[in-house]
Nanobody
Framework: QVQLVESGGGLVQTGESLRLSCTAS????????MGWFRQAPGKERELVAA????????FYSDSVKGRFSISRNKFGNTVYLQMNSLEPEDTAVYFC???????????WGRGTQVTVSA
């Protein structure tokens, strides 16, 4: 059982920044690939960034590449998403997830709302 807790969302204006955090706890919560997903109203949940444990480079979706940066703490159980140059299209609930046995787990936190006003 893995617990995921996201935080850091809020209401910002176009061009501003936010930093999201997600901490994973429980069995298997450390040293796995972690990622950030987002879900906008009426849209499917999409993966926007992911990071492995070690030297492998992070993944970014085309929609956030160059603006968002993912990182994790040295213990491997907390992942951050630095979001710069935010746009109204980034408005969504942001969730983190963790890969277990090579696939994204079924464990989801409550998410954190990010709203970007024009």
């Amino acid at each position: 059982q893995v617990q995921l807790v996201e935080s850091g969302g809020g209401l910002v204006q176009t061009g501003e920044s936010l930093r999201l955090s997600c901490t994973a706890s429980g069995r298997g919560a450390n040293n796995n690939i972690m990622g950030w997903f987002r879900q906008a109203p009426g849209k499917e949940r999409e993966l926007v960034a992911a990071i492995a444990w070690g030297s492998a480079g992070p993944f970014y979706s085309d929609s956030v590449k160059g603006r968002f940066s993912i990182s994790r703490n040295k213990f491997g159980n907390t992942v951050y998403l630095q979001m710069n140059s935010l746009e109204p299209e980034d408005t969504a609930v942001y969730f983190c997830n963790i890969k277990i046995a090579g696939i994204w787990s079924g464990y989801w936190g409550r998410g954190t709302q990010v709203t970007v006003s024009a």
